[in-house]
């Protein structure tokens, strides 16, 4: 075999290598039963939604990192920063979540802000002022929030996809409760409308 015949094999095969770790990583993930204080949670999440992969203590993702879900500490208000805490780096990069686990738990305060939402995201969080849950979703353009857990279960969002506008529904074809506009947010959905969303679509922004 003659030189550069040799060096193109070898970096083939350090391709397939490479690529097969990383999507062990989250595959291996996949197949662990959630562990940490919020395990339960995590367990109820996965029956509604199979697939998802813990990727901290405190959130687990699906569809390649598109969907991100942040629950809150025990005994906390809102859901950290990031991914929270014990992020496991391997499956965060394979998802491409490696910008998110920079943010730890334990460097912020136990406050919701609407910088939580990550850039190209837009969320739903289940309490006022971007407290609560945190449930993120980037190229979903539709959904149901009882699919995910949080049907009739949120009070605030932000909107940090610049690409779409989100319509939320009392159910689905159902009542227009509010618009997310690309880059906006609300601490409060209002009284009328405060844990009613059952479902959304979005149109380009």
């Given at each position: 075999m003659t030189g550069r015949r040799l060096l193109a094999t070898l970096v083939g095969a350090a391709t397939t290598v490479l690529t097969a770790t990383g999507g062990a990583y989250a595959g291996d993930a996949a197949?662990?039963?959630?562990?940490g204080p919020l395990a339960?949670?995590?367990?109820a999440a996965l029956e509604q939604q199979p697939g998802g992969v813990q990727v901290s203590d405190n959130a687990m993702a699906w569809d390649d990192?598109?969907?991100?879900?942040?629950?809150?500490?025990?005994?906390?208000?809102?859901?950290?920063?990031?991914?929270?805490?014990?992020v496991r780096h391997e499956v965060a990069e394979a998802l491409g979540l490696a910008d998110d686990a920079q943010a730890r738990g334990s460097d912020v305060e136990p406050r919701g802000t609407h910088l939580s939402c990550p850039v190209?995201?837009?969320c739903f969080y289940t309490s006022m002022n971007w407290d609560g849950a945190r449930y993120q979703f980037s190229s979903t353009c539709s959904g149901s929030a009882a699919s995910w857990?949080?049907?009739?279960?949120?009070?605030?969002?932000?909107?940090r996809n610049l690409d779409k506008r989100i319509n939320a529904y009392d159910s689905s074809g159902g009542t227009l409760l509010w618009t997310m506009g690309a880059g906006r947010t609300s601490a409060y959905v209002g009284t009328a409308n405060d844990n009613?969303?059952?479902?959304w679509t979005c149109s380009p922004a």
């Open positions: 197949d662990d039963p959630p562990t339960a949670e995590m367990a990192g598109a969907v991100v879900v942040v629950w809150p500490n025990p005994g906390d208000a809102a859901a950290p920063l990031g991914l929270g805490a014990n190209d995201y837009y857990g949080f049907d009739n279960n949120t009070s605030s969002w932000a909107n009613r969303m059952s479902a």
